[in-house]
C-alpha cells in the first residue's frame, strides 16, 4: 500500500523526557539560562513597541503577613523550622499561577495574592498534620507542586481566614516503587512531571504524560485538575492513568484504588480527581506505566479545510487506528505555524494535522501505515516527516514566547473546551466570534487561532490561542472576552474546560454547569472531609 | 505468518442481539418457555437426588402490605391508579434477585422482602414525583429494571420505614436519540439490554454490552452497580460507555455529562454509576454506541497452565492487540466444561482460552493475527474456532442450569473480584481455600472453578464458580463459605466485586474496603439528594 508519507527522519530524536528540571522564576515560564528570541511571525505581532519587562520580582514587597505567630510555631514543631520560610521572595515564587493575568499582576507588581508563609513537608503524615494546625487556627492551605495553574487555582479567598499557607510539595518527591507486572508506579505528589519521567526512564518506563506545562508541573497538580497530555490519545488522560491515590484531609487519609477497576460502589478516586485541594491534598498516586517507547514516529499532513481534517481524526479516533499524538490547527493557525521558516514546507494554507505514533517498532509501523490509509481516504496530502518532527521537538517552546511578546506589548492567552462531534463546529464559530467580538470593540482587535488536540469516540477538545494588542487595561479586556467565551461554550452545552480546570476563574460558570443539586453535594464532601473549610477555599466550589 | 487457528467456522453464527425479550418468572431463570435438560456433566454433579422445585411462586403470599391508603392513593395521583400494583403475584415477582441464598429463600415460599406496592412510572418527572411522595410519607424505593441483582440490591432495609416500594421503570423503554456523528445513543432506563440491542440494531447500531445476565438485566441496572459485559475488553465496561446520565433524586434532578471527557471538577457520573439506588433513580443514560460489527471470529486455545493462560492474556492487555473477548478457564473449569460432549475436542486438561474479535473484516483478521502470534509465542495451542464459536453460541445458556441443579439438590453460586497482576494468583489461590475449607468444614466439600474474563492493563477479574451439594441448611452454610471468600478477598487488598456490585450482601467488606471517612462523605452525599433516606435504605451505604 502507499501510505503517502516518506520515510526520511525516522531516526530518533532527542527525547522529551531528557528535559532537565528547572527552577522557574516567576512571573517568566521555564528554563531562566534559556534565551527565547521572538521568531519572525511572532516578531511582526509585536510591532514596533518598546519593551517592557514590568516590575522585577525580587522588588516586589508582599503584602505583610497575618499569620499568628503562634500557629508558625505549631507548623515549624511539625516540619522543623528549617522547612517554613516567609522570606518576600519565596512568597513571591508561590504568588497566583501562570494565567496571562497571573502574568500582568505581578509585572505590575502586585502580589496582594502571596501567601503568608511557605512550608515545605516531608511526608504524607506531615502534610496531615499540618492541615490539622491550619484547621483549627483557621489558615487557608493552598497546595503546590508546580504552580502552574492558568485557572486561578493557587488564589484562594483571604477574608475569613487567619492566613493563607502555601504547602509546597517539593520533597515529597520519590519514586516509590514500581510493580513491573501489573505495570504500576507509585510517585510522591511533590515530583515534577519531567523529573518522574526521569526516574522512570532509568528503569525503563515512561508515563507518557506531557502537557504543556511539562517542565513546570508536578504530578500532584496532575491529579488535582485532570491533567490531559499531548500524547492523550495514546496514553490517556492523566486521570485515566491513575489507579489510586492518597488523599491527606483535615481529618486523616483517604486511600483508593487498592485493586483495578472496582465495581464497588461509586468511583472515589474520581471525587479526588479534579478537586484542586478543595478536599484536601494529594500526596501520592499509583500510575499505570510503559515502556519507553523504541519507536517515535511523526508525520505531517494538510487538509483542505477545519472541517475535513475533524472528519479524518473523527474516523481515527472511532474506527482507529489511533495515533500516540493527533492534532489539527486550524487555518489560522496553521498560517501562522508555517510563516515561521523553522518550519519546513512552503505551502501554509490549508489546515495541519500532526500524527505521532510511539511503542515498538513493528506495532509503530504497521499502525502509522493504518491511520495513513484513512489520512489519505480522507482527503489528507502527506508532508513528511518534518512537519511532524519539527512539531515535536518544538512542543514545549510555545509557552517559552509568551513572555518576550508581553513584553513587546502582545497579550496572548489561551482556553479550551470540549464538546461532542456533532456540535464542535458551532462551538467553535461562536466561541471564536465571542472573543473577536468582544476584543474588537474594546479597541484591542485579537487574532483567534484554534486546535483540535485531544479526541475521544464521541467529542473533541477545542483549544484557542488569542493573541491582541495590550490594551490600556489589559485584565480588565481580557476578563470581558473570557467571560463572552465562557457564556458561549456553556450556552453551547460544552464544558467550561477539557483540562485547565476550574480554579476561581472558572467557578461560576462550573457551577451553572453542573447546576447547584449536585454543588450541594459537593459542598457536603468538603463539610465532611474538612469540617473547617481551610483546603484551599474558593477555589472549584 | 501462522497463526495455527483454523478458518472454518468462519461464518457468521445466529447473533445474540436476535435473542428475545423475555418475561421471566421468579425464582426461576430466563425464558420460561425454554426447557433445560441437565447436560451430562452437570447430571453427575446431581446424582440420584429427587428432584425438588420447590414452593411455586404463584403460591406464595407475602407479607401483609405496611403502606397507608394515603400514600397509595397519592401515588396512584402521581401515575394513575392503573399503574400501581398490590397483587400477590407482582409482589411476589418483585421480591429479591437472583442470587442463589434469593432462589432458595423464594423457592422455601419466603417473601418476607416483597415490596408493599409496584408502581410503574411513565416518564422522569413521575419518577422525582414518586420519590417526592415517598420522602415524605418515609416509605423506602427500590429501582427495578431488569431485578438480577446477585448482591441483595432489590432487599432494602424496612425498619424505620412505612413500607417498601418498587419502583419499576419497564415503561421507561424508548431509544430517546442516536446521535450519529458522536456515537452516542439516549436511552431510557427502563430498556433491557435485549430491547436496548434490538432497538439499536434496527439503525445499525450496537452497544455490545453483554454481560451474562443480559437477557434479564435492564439499562438503569448497568448503570447504577457498573456492569462489565463478556466483551469489555473491545466494547469497554457499562461505566466506560456512559457520557451522561440522568438521576431523579427527591430532591430533584441532577444530569451529568453535557459534554464528554471535562475536567470540571471531579467527575460526578462516576458518583451516580455504582450508587445502586441509594442516590435515587438513574432514568436515562448517554451512551456509546458502535456500529454492528461485520465480522465476528472466535477461537479456542488450550494452555498447559493457568499460570501460561494468565501471563499471555497480560501480554495481549498490556501490549496489545486485545481481543473483543477474552477469557481464560482454570484446570477444574476446563475439564467441567470440555468434559461436555457438546463441546467439541476431546483433550479437556490444561486450560482453555477463548478469544473473539469483532469490528471490520479486515481490521478483525489482522487483530486476530497479532493476537493469535502473540498466544503462541506465549505457548498457546489453537483449538480452532470450533471451541470458540460453541462457548460464543452458548454464553447465556449458563445460568439457566442452576434452576435445574437446585431442582436436583446441588447448590451452584458464584462470586467476583479483581486485582493486580502481581497478586492474581495469591488471591486465587486464598479464595479457593477460603470456600473449599469452610464448605468441606459444614459436610458439603464444593468443586471450585475459576475464570478470568475481564483483563486490564493493570490487573484482571477472577471469577468463581462454586458448585456443592445441598446440606441441610445451604444458606447458613453458602453465608459461611461467602463470608470467608470475602475475608480472603479483603486480606489480599483486592475489590469485593468486579461487576456484581455491593448491594446489602458485600457492604461491610465495602465499608472495609473504602474507609469511615469514605463511607461518612457518601453519607453526606446522600444526606444531600435524599435527606430522609429513603432511596434503597440499606443498600451500599
Chains 1, 2 share one sequence.
Not at 114 to 132: F, M, S
Not at 445 to 461: D, E, N, Q, R, T
Not at 493 to 514: F, K, L, M, N, P
Request: aromatic share 6%; proline share 6%; charged share 25%.
Amino acid at each position: 500500500m502507499t501510505t503517502g508519507t516518506d520515510r526520511t527522519g525516522d531516526e530518533p530524536k532527542p527525547d522529551e523526557t531528557a528535559i532537565p528540571v528547572v527552577e522557574m522564576r516567576r512571573p517568566r515560564w521555564g528554563d531562566p539560562a534559556r534565551v527565547t528570541e521572538l521568531p519572525a511571525a511572532a516578531a511582526a505581532l509585536a510591532g514596533d513597541a518598546t519593551e517592557d519587562r514590568g516590575v522585577p520580582p525580587e522588588s516586589i514587597t508582599p503584602r505583610e503577613s497575618t499569620l499568628p505567630a503562634a500557629v508558625r510555631a505549631d507548623l515549624e514543631a511539625v516540619v522543623g523550622a528549617g522547612y517554613v520560610a516567609a522570606s518576600d521572595d519565596e512568597r513571591v515564587q508561590h504568588t497566583r499561577g501562570y494565567s496571562t493575568p497571573d502574568l500582568l499582576r505581578l509585572r505590575a507588581g502586585d502580589a496582594v495574592d502571596a501567601p503568608d508563609l511557605v512550608i515545605y513537608p516531608a511526608d504524607h503524615d506531615e502534610v496531615v498534620r499540618i492541615l490539622q494546625v491550619c484547621a483549627a487556627a483557621k489558615v487557608a492551605v493552598v497546595p503546590f507542586t508546580g504552580g502552574t495553574s492558568v485557572v486561578g487555582g493557587l488564589a484562594p479567598d483571604r477574608a475569613g481566614f487567619a492566613g493563607v499557607l502555601s504547602l509546597d510539595l517539593r520533597r515529597l518527591d520519590r519514586l516509590v516503587e514500581i510493580d513491573e507486572v501489573s505495570r504500576v508506579a507509585t510517585l510522591q505528589a511533590g515530583l515534577r512531571g519531567s523529573a518522574a519521567e526521569a526516574l522512570l526512564r532509568d528503569r525503563g518506563w515512561t508515563l507518557g504524560h506531557f502537557p504543556q506545562s511539562y517542565e513546570g508541573a508536578g504530578i500532584g497538580g496532575y491529579a488535582a485538575t485532570r491533567s490531559a497530555g499531548q500524547s492523550s490519545a495514546g496514553y490517556g488522560r492523566f486521570d485515566e492513568m491513575v489507579e489510586g491515590l492518597v488523599l491527606a484531609t483535615p481529618r486523616g487519609t483517604l486511600d483508593f484504588g487498592t485493586a483495578p477497576r472496582s465495581a464497588a460502589g461509586p468511583d472515589l478516586r474520581q471525587l479526588i480527581l479534579g478537586s484542586e485541594g478543595a478536599f484536601g491534598v494529594i500526596t501520592g498516586v499509583r500510575v499505570r506505566i510503559r515502556p519507553v517507547p523504541a519507536t517515535r514516529l511523526f508525520d505531517g499532513w494538510r487538509f483542505d479545510s477545519f472541517a475535513d481534517g475533524a472528519t479524518a481524526l473523527r474516523r481515527l479516533a472511532q474506527d482507529g487506528p489511533l495515533p500516540t499524538v493527533i492534532r489539527l490547527s486550524d487555518e489560522v493557525e496553521t498560517a501562522i505555524n508555517l510563516a515561521d521558516p523553522a518550519q519546513r514546507g512552503g505551502d501554509s494554507t490549508g489546515c495541519l494535522v500532526i500524527t505521532g505514533y510511539e511503542g515498538g517498532d513493528q506495532e509503530v509501523r504497521r499502525r502509522r501505515d493504518a491511520a495513513s490509509e484513512v489520512l489519505v481516504d480522507a482527503g489528507g496530502t502527506a508532508l513528511g516527516s518534518g512537519h511532524g518532527e519539527s512539531w515535536r521537538t518544538g512542543r514545549f517552546a510555545g509557552p517559552y514566547l509568551r513572555d518576550p511578546l508581553l513584553d513587546a506589548g502582545v497579550l496572548v492567552e489561551t482556553l479550551e473546551t470540549v464538546t461532542y462531534w456533532s456540535k464542535l463546529h458551532e462551538l467553535r464559530a461562536s466561541v471564536t466570534a465571542a472573543i473577536t467580538d468582544t476584543l474588537t470593540a474594546s479597541g484591542t482587535p485579537p487574532l483567534v487561532m484554534c486546535h483540535i488536540s485531544h479526541v475521544y469516540a464521541s467529542g473533541a477538545s477545542l483549544y484557542f490561542t488569542v493573541v491582541a494588542p495590550l490594551g490600556a487595561d489589559p485584565i480588565a479586556e481580557w476578563a470581558s472576552a473570557k467571560t463572552a467565551a465562557n457564556n458561549a461554550i456553556r450556552a453551547a452545552g460544552a464544558s467550561i474546560t477539557h483540562h485547565h480546570a476550574v480554579g476561581r476563574d472558572h467557578r461560576d460558570a462550573y457551577h451553572d454547569e453542573i447546576g447547584p443539586l449536585a454543588l450541594d453535594a459537593l459542598r457536603a464532601v468538603k463539610a465532611t472531609v474538612d469540617p473547617d473549610g481551610v483546603c484551599n477555599p474558593g477555589i472549584l466550589i
